[in-house]
């Protein structure tokens, strides 16, 4: 069955500084979606800028979570890239109660401000209801009934673009409840990582779901899925390991879902500062970008290749005594022969860990301990504690490779 959110008799323009622009037709067919009738690939990611160096890589979409979707959407159509605007939906798990009727209410208020003054973006793809709201979750019964009541608001609001819910992977019959309780939802988002994602298409479809899905997530690894040290650190695969990781399973996907998005075009700390972002701090980008250029058609800036690494070794082991020196080197080269530089920084293992992405704080510094040269370190004078080491190699043309290991001081 074809869903259409926009006849091509209806479509309203939209007055932009370069001239008028109008919004597209968005249809949702069978498993595809359509902008103005044509089959739309969705490849992106989750990000809040850089959306030039972004679309270069071959993206077409970029996916918000539940600000002001306003400035993203005038970038992305400057650019000529969709966006997936998030409605952010509170999760349970941060203490909202659904059973509140005015704290729900008010949440939908919200809701329909954005819809109002957005809805008639020439970049404006599909509104992305909720992010996980169900995860962490004993009893999700609430949860349903609440998306379906946002996702009838908005089409209410916006008939001429689909509602996405977004899931925590597609486990525990979720599917099965989303398509019984929240039949408002068009398209189906479901964020999977690591060695999940190669089922997942088969998974959604076996709990009858046959409408588009999209991965609206998607990672090399998820911590949860790390293995750990005996002191329960999370091990941390290389820049080089998470590409090569990416590259199975973007194409495992290709060909059975309506798109992805990656998470993330950007940096944040979780676990550690650099196991989600596909970005450093200073806009640096990984291998990952190549095997995205690689599998979207774009390119590199400058067609440049990242550093490489091999492996970042503590000779002595990931256990020191007190007092004891800890030596580390980075084993990394560069496929186009730049020299290579490294920055290493010491911080002591996180203990704020969230769950569902919610924002962590960034572990106390100690890189003053730190004696480095080139690919060498040695650190000296710690108490007693958990550590974590990290080192990334920058080639000065923009690229990074990045690579760090925990260790343990008795």
């Known amino acids: 069955m074809k869903h259409a959110f926009l006849s091509a008799a209806i479509a309203i323009p939209i007055l932009a500084a370069a001239g008028a622009a109008v919004a597209a037709e968005v249809t949702v067919r069978g498993q595809e979606i359509l902008v103005d009738g044509r089959p739309f690939p969705i490849r992106g990611a989750s990000a809040?800028?850089?959306?030039?160096?972004?679309?270069?890589?071959?993206?077409t979409t970029v996916r918000s979570y539940g600000d002001d979707p306003g400035p993203l959407l005038a970038e992305a159509g400057r650019l000529g890239m969709k966006v997936i605007a998030g409605l952010w939906l509170e999760p349970p798990r941060r203490g909202f109660d659904y059973?509140?009727?005015?704290?729900?209410?008010?949440?939908?208020?919200?809701?329909?401000?954005?819809?109002?003054?957005?809805?008639d973006s020439p970049a404006l793809l599909a509104w992305g209801i909720g992010n996980e709201v169900e995860a962490e979750l004993t009893d999700t019964s609430l949860v349903w009934p609440a998306i379906e009541e946002a996702a009838r608001l908005v089409k209410s609001l916006d008939p001429r673009h689909p509602a996405m819910a977004v899931l925590a992977?597609?486990?525990?019959?979720?599917?099965?409840?989303?398509?019984?309780?929240?039949?408002?939802?068009?398209?189906?988002?479901?964020?999977?990582?690591?060695?999940?994602?190669p089922s997942l298409p088969k998974r959604v479809r076996e709990q009858g779901w046959t409408?588009?899905?999209?991965?609206?997530?998607?990672?090399?690894?998820?911590?949860?899925?790390?293995?750990?040290?005996?002191?329960?650190?999370?091990?941390?695969?290389?820049?080089?390991?998470?590409?090569?990781?990416?590259?199975?399973?973007?194409?495992?996907?290709?060909?059975?879902?309506?798109?992805?998005?990656?998470?993330?075009?950007?940096?944040?700390?979780?676990?550690?500062?650099?196991?989600?972002?596909?970005?450093?701090?200073?806009?640096?980008?990984?291998?990952?970008?190549?095997?995205?250029?690689?599998?979207?058609?774009?390119?590199?800036?400058?067609?440049?290749?990242?550093?490489?690494?091999?492996?970042?070794?503590l000779p002595a082991g990931p256990v020191a005594e007190r007092g004891r020196p800890i030596e580390a080197r980075l084993d990394a080269s560069d496929p186009d022969g730049d020299k290579l530089t490294v920055k290493w920084t010491l911080l002591a293992e996180s203990t704020d860990l969230k769950k569902g992405g919610d924002r962590e704080s960034v572990p106390p510094d100690h890189s003053a301990a730190i004696r480095a040269e080139g690919s060498y370190a040695r650190i000296d004078s710690l108490p007693p504690g958990n550590y974590r080491l990290f080192a990334v190699a920058h080639d000065g043309r923009g690229a990074a490779a990045t690579a760090n290991v925990p260790f343990q001081v008795r």
């Open 48 to 59: 809040e800028g850089r959306l030039a160096a972004l679309k270069a890589l071959g993206a």
């Open 169 to 197: 992977e597609a486990g525990d019959g979720k599917v099965k409840k989303i398509r019984a309780l929240a039949p408002s939802i068009d398209v189906l988002g479901v964020n999977s990582y690591g060695d999940a994602l």
């Open 211 to 313: 409408g588009p899905i999209v991965v609206t997530e998607l990672g090399a690894i998820g911590q949860w899925q790390a293995g750990q040290t005996p002191w329960g650190a999370r091990i941390e695969p290389t820049s080089t390991e998470k590409a090569e990781r990416l590259r199975r399973y973007l194409a495992a996907i290709k060909s059975e879902t309506a798109g992805h998005i990656l998470f993330l075009w950007g940096q944040k700390q979780e676990v550690t500062p650099t196991w989600h972002g596909l970005l450093l701090p200073g806009g640096e980008w990984m291998q990952a970008s190549e095997v995205m250029a690689e599998a979207w058609g774009g390119h590199t800036p400058g067609g440049n290749r990242a550093p490489r690494v091999a492996a970042l070794r």
């Open 99 to 119: 059973r509140n009727r005015a704290l729900v209410e008010a949440q939908l208020a919200a809701f329909r401000t954005i819809v109002e003054r957005y809805r």
